[in-house]
């Protein structure tokens, strides 16, 4: 960010953010480039996205998104994922970057997760499962997490359900390709809308993957 415009506008905001862009942008269209992408990541949501929007409206350049420094794993996911997330249901942003403290394959998949939630992208699980509550007589959450590790691996556009109990279970199940609906130390396991078999607790994460292997 150019001096002169800190001291214009007193700092980093949108509007210092965008003018900084533009004069950027003439530099390299007076020398008749304009094979380019912009980008004005910030660490704080509200200016990144109000830079962003503000630049889609004065240019018609592809823009490299993202929250810079976001944090780790966790807190640098859900900022990543509202910041990035407000600008790709507007329809700005080509490209993506998730900004993490952490191992680079964590940011490339919470990038796919995010496009994935807003259905921009189909690649991988698309794992549902419930918070739990007083219905569930299972460990579900375990069986929750052991069966998103193992499908973090698969490429197959597949949508997968977990789900604690049989009354608000088997709806979601069934909507899946596979899913789970627990009853007590048990569960249904579904695929395509239809039960295929009832199990018992240890066995579900295995008979829903040889399920999940035949689709
Ligand atoms: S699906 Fe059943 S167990 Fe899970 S939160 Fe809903 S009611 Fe509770």
Same mark, same amino acid.
Do not use: W
């Given at each position: ?46 200016? #990144? ?28 996911? =859900? ?83 977990? #789900? ?29 809308? =239809?039960? =295929? ?19």
């Amino acid at each position: 960010m150019e001096k002169s415009l800190l001291t214009k506008y007193g700092g980093v905001t949108p509007a210092a953010m965008v003018e900084s862009a533009m004069g950027h942008i003439h530099i390299l269209e007076d020398l008749n480039y304009t094979d380019l992408k912009v980008s004005l990541k910030a660490s704080s949501i509200p200016l #990144m996205v109000e830079a962003y929007r503000s630049l889609a409206r004065k240019v018609d350049y592809p823009f490299h998104i993202g929250v810079t420094e976001a944090g780790t794993l966790a807190t640098g996911t =859900v900022k990543s994922a509202v910041g990035i997330g407000i600008l790709l249901s507007e329809g700005i942003g080509d490209t993506v970057r998730v900004s993490l403290t952490g191992h680079p394959l964590h940011e490339v998949r919470v990038a796919y997760d995010i496009l994935k939630a807003l259905g921009l992208r189909r690649r991988g699980v698309d794992l549902i499962s419930c918070p739990t509550c007083g219905r569930t007589q299972v460990d579900l959450i375990k069986l929750a997490e052991e069966t998103e590790a193992r499908l973090k691996v698969l490429d197959k556009p597949v949508k997968v359900a977990v #789900m604690g109990c049989v009354v608000n279970g088997p709806g979601e199940a069934r909507e899946a390709d596979v899913g789970i609906a627990c009853g007590k130390g048990e569960g249904l396991i579904f695929k395509k809308g =239809v039960v =295929v078999r009832k199990v018992p607790e240890e066995k579900l994460l295995e008979e829903l993957m040889k399920e999940i292997e035949t689709l």
